[in-house]
C-alpha cells in the first residue's frame, strides 16, 4: 500500500523556521520524482519545489526562493522541506506528492501556520 505521511508542521512566528518531513512507503522512493506543493485557504495548490531522484532541487517557486530548501534521504524513504523566515503569506497546507510516469501519489497534508 503506497503511503506518504508528512509531518512537522505547526504554528509559527513570522521570521522563524519548521521542517517539514514526508515519509514514504510501498514504492520504489528513489526512482520518483518528488514535489512539495501548498494550497492557501481559497487559493488553488501550487508547487514549491522539486528535487530529482538523484537529489537536484528544482522548480521553486520564486517567494519561497533563498528561504525554502528541499532535499530527500534515500536510505530513509523521505523527503524534507526546510523552510526559513517564514511569512505570513507561506500559510497553508503542504503537501509531498511522488512521480514516476504513469503513477503519481499525495499525502494527506501538514498545516503550517505563520502568525504572531
Known amino acids: 500500500q503506497v503511503q506518504l505521511v508528512e509531518s512537522g508542521g505547526g504554528l509559527v512566528q513570522p521570521g522563524g523556521s519548521l521542517k517539514l518531513s514526508c515519509a514514504a512507503s510501498?514504492?520504489?522512493?528513489?526512482?520518483?520524482?518528488m514535489r512539495w506543493y501548498r494550497q492557501a485557504p481559497g487559493k488553488e495548490r501550487e508547487l514549491v519545489a522539486a528535487?530529482?531522484?538523484?537529489?537536484?532541487?528544482?522548480n521553486y517557486k520564486d517567494s519561497v526562493k533563498g528561504r525554502f530548501t528541499i532535499s530527500r534521504d534515500n536510505t530513509k524513504n523521505t523527503l524534507y522541506l526546510q523552510m526559513n523566515s517564514l511569512k505570513p503569506e507561506d500559510t497553508a497546507v503542504y503537501y509531498c506528492n511522488a512521480v514516476r510516469a504513469p503513477y503519481v501519489h499525495w499525502g494527506q497534508g501538514t498545516q503550517v501556520t505563520v502568525s504572531s
Open positions: 510501498g514504492f520504489i522512493f528513489s526512482s520518483y520524482l
Open positions: 528535487i530529482t531522484t538523484a537529489g537536484l532541487g528544482l
